[in-house]
Nanobody
C-alpha cells in the first residue's frame, strides 16, 4: 500500500512563506502517467484543489493561489513540493497531497474525486 506523508506545515505571518513536502513510500503507480496534487480544507469549507502537476510537466493552480504558490516534483526522490509565498490568513487550513492514475495531462486542477491516494494532511496557520 503506497503511503503519502506530508510535512512542512506550521505557523507563519501574513506575507511569509512555508514549503510543504510530500514523500511517497514508493512510486504510486506502475505505469508512468499520473498526476500529483495539493488540496486544502479550510475551516468550515469543502476540500479544494490548490495545485497539480502531471507527468508531462503540465501544472495548474487554483486562482486563489496563482502567482503565490509553486508546485514541483522530484521524481527520483518520490517527493512533491508546494512552495507557498505571500501567505494570507485565508490560506489557513489542512493541506493534503494526493495522487491519481486517471489523470496525466492537466489544464486545471482536477477534482478531488479523481485522486485515489491521499496523505494524512498537515496544518498551515497564517496569522495577520
Amino acid at each position: 500500500q503506497v503511503q503519502l506523508v506530508e510535512s512542512g506545515g506550521g505557523s507563519a505571518q501574513a506575507g511569509g512563506s512555508l514549503r510543504l513536502t510530500c514523500i511517497a513510500s514508493e512510486y504510486p503507480y506502475k505505469h508512468s502517467s499520473y498526476c500529483l496534487g495539493w488540496f486544502r480544507q479550510l475551516p468550515g469549507k469543502e476540500r479544494e484543489g490548490v495545485a497539480a502537476i502531471g507527468t508531462d510537466g503540465s501544472v495548474a493552480y487554483a486562482n486563489s493561489v496563482k502567482g503565490r504558490f509553486t508546485i514541483s516534483h522530484d521524481k527520483a526522490e518520490r517527493t512533491l513540493y508546494l512552495q507557498m509565498d505571500s501567505l494570507k490568513p485565508e490560506d489557513t487550513g489542512t493541506y493534503y497531497c494526493a495522487a491519481s492514475s486517471r489523470v496525466a495531462q492537466i489544464a486545471s486542477v482536477p477534482a478531488a474525486t479523481w485522486f485515489d491516494i491521499w496523505g494524512q494532511g498537515t496544518q498551515v496557520t497564517v496569522s495577520s
